[in-house]
């Protein structure tokens, strides 16, 4: 399973949340078994994948005050993303990797 890989090597999740209908609740069920499952979750980044959202900002605003780790940051619908562009949305330093500690440690 996927949620084998962070224990098999020993490191924290970092969640890419769907920016869509349903996000919420979906992002609160994945924020649950990660920790269910023993991972630390390092932190979050939002990717708009439907173009016309509603409600995005009050979205965003509700999992950054649920989720309980940091944001590194929120891409934008893009019609063709590249690397590079996506890249320029992100903030990686603020993840908190605290060397790979497992929970509770």
């Known amino acids: 399973f996927v949620g084998d890989i962070p224990r098999a090597l020993g490191l924290p999740v970092l969640l890419v949340v769907g920016l869509r209908l349903g996000c919420i609740?979906?992002?609160l069920l994945s924020v649950e078994t990660i920790r269910?499952?023993?991972h630390r979750l390092a932190g979050w980044a939002a990717n708009q994948i439907e173009p016309?959202?509603?409600a995005r900002?009050?979205?965003l605003a509700t999992l950054a005050a649920l989720i309980g780790a940091p944001?590194?940051?929120v891409i934008p619908w893009l019609d063709q993303p590249g690397p590079d562009e996506l890249a320029g949305?992100?903030?990686?330093?603020l993840l908190d990797l605290d060397s790979r500690r497992r929970p509770g440690t």
């Not at 949305?89 to 330093?93: A, D, I, V």
């Open 89 to 93: 949305f992100l903030t990686p330093e």
């Open 71 to 73: 944001c590194i940051g």
């Open 52 to 54: 016309e959202m509603l």
């Open 36 to 38: 269910a499952d023993g």
């Open 57 to 59: 900002d009050e979205n």
């Open 25 to 27: 609740n979906h992002t």
